[in-house]
């Protein structure tokens, strides 16, 4: 037998042949003869190509585990300049756990909200001040031409009322129109009602700064729309039941809105009693007590006060038959005014007694029969935009939908 020493040096000898040994021999003498014909600085010129090649593509994937596509999207989020919301780790290299367009629009119009319009959670936010826009403001030039474009599409309509007076259907109703895009993120953003709309559109309201009014219907935009699903050439809508009473929504859009935009209004109101009743259901389903709860002894509608309709009204009831004696006192001359029915007079006692309500008591009434006195709210609107305002009556739609559709769809042209 051949000892292991024997096997191995055969082995050896059989892995190093004669002709590997020869091909070797043969580049390394081709290669010799490339430097010795001067052709050197080409062969240095390859391979530090190579190795700059490899250094790259090393470097690109460790940044970044979905591949190259993910550092060209890291970049781009970081041009919105958020360091506090999903932007952050977008710069580590980590992606968003819903990463689709769709969301990724979403997640800048709400950065963009944010830095225009700041909630309380942002300190940074100390108020604008004339032309000069707040520090940390997002550069809304980082948008695409596409979000530019179509973040600016303000409302082209908005249904401004009233609650429980049929909104919903009519909403959808009209999404379903072929020339109206419902981008919607919700069906009632609230935004011309918001406090901090106010604030920040007082402070520009005397500068008529046209890149002010561009980042208003930006941040607008924005906070209605999923940016993504607008289309160019289609009309937008936007519905919040509150702006009908809100004071705030009526200045913004008859100081701002209506200027530099070709806005229209619908409302849609309903015999006040219904609307009351439906509301306060609405209130009670979602207020109330829940079946196999314990009842919260601190919530008012697990109370006593609000377990019929009837003791739900009281208080609302008396405000308005107190108001209305004060009425029959001026139609029979017994004070100093002269006029027979005056509803101004008879509507701000009404809110004036509200708001005397809810300073003692510390809690607004609710509203079930004083929202249902549309006559001053209706004036006041239709005395301001009597050619935007388009009314239509509840019980009409709820019986012929579509006639009043095709009334909607002549009024906005
Ligand atoms: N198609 C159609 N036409 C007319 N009315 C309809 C329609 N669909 C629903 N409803 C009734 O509308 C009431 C709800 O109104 P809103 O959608 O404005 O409510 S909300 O303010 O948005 O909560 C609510 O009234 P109540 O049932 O009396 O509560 C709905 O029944």
Known sequence: MRSVQQANAAAARSTSSPTTAGTTTATVGTIAGLASAQRRWLVGLVVVAAVFFIFIVTATSSRSPGGGQAGVQSRRWRTLGDGKLDIASQQRGQQHPDDSRRSRGRRRGDALQQYLFPTPSNPDFMGPKPNHLPANAVNTSMLTPFERQMAVQVPHFLIIGVQKCGTSALYFSLCQHPNITCAAK?????????????????????????????????????TCFDLNALRPGQMTMEASTTYFESDTAFDIISSHLVN????KLLVILRE?????????????????????????????????????????????????????????????????????FDYEAFYRCVTA????????????????????????RLR??????????????YDSFRFDPVQELNKVALSTN
């Open 186 to 222: 919700v069906k009632e953003p609230f935004f011309l009602s918001m406090p901090s709309s106010t604030r920040y559109l007082s402070a520009y309201a005397s500068t008529a700064v046209s890149s002010i009014r561009h980042q208003y219907h930006l941040s607008y935009a924005a």
């Open 260 to 263: 530099s935009h070709e806005i």
């Open 272 to 340: 006040p009693v219904s609307r009351a009743y439906s509301h306060y259901q609405h209130d009670m389903r979602r207020k109330g007590p829940k079946p196999n709860q314990p009842r919260d002894p601190n919530n008012p509608f697990h109370g006593d006060k609000y377990a019929s309709f009837i003791s739900a009204t009281k208080d609302e009831l008396a405000i308005l038959r107190h108001c209305r004696e004060v009425d029959e006192l001026y139609a029979r001359n017994e004070l100093p005014h002269k006029e027979a």
């Open 353 to 376: 007694t509200a708001e005397q309500y809810r300073r003692v008591n510390k809690q607004a009434l609710p509203g079930y029969l004083l929202k249902g006195l549309y006559y001053g």
């Open 380 to 393: 006041k609107w239709l005395g301001s935009f009597p050619s935007r305002l388009h009314v239509i009556v």
